[in-house]
């Protein structure tokens, strides 16, 4: 009978550390989801300002070019 307590309770404490293993590789998984979406934001805030720079640089040197 303790055997097969133990038995039991072998088995509840693998099938409890193979659900904590799933949980954690799932939040592991959005995590580097949620990661990947921030540096795109990032990536894209970057660009979209190099690109409102450029674009200031061609407007100044239309101006310039018009009042020369």
């Given at each position: 009978?303790?055997k097969?307590?133990?038995?039991?309770?072998?088995?509840?404490?693998?099938?409890?550390m193979?659900?904590?293993?799933?949980?954690?590789?799932?939040?592991?998984?959005?995590?580097?989801?949620?990661?990947?979406?921030?540096?795109?934001?990032?990536?894209?805030?970057?660009?979209?300002?190099?690109?409102?720079?450029?674009?200031?640089?061609?407007?100044?040197?239309?101006?310039?070019?018009?009042?020369?």
């Open positions: 009978m303790l097969e307590i133990q038995d039991s309770k072998a088995f509840e404490t693998l099938a409890k193979d659900q904590d293993a799933t949980e954690a590789a799932t939040l592991a998984k959005t995590a580097a989801e949620v990661d990947v979406a921030y540096q795109d934001a990032k990536l894209e805030r970057e660009f979209s300002s190099y690109a409102e720079e450029a674009s200031l640089d061609k407007d100044l040197a239309e101006l310039k070019t018009k009042l020369q």
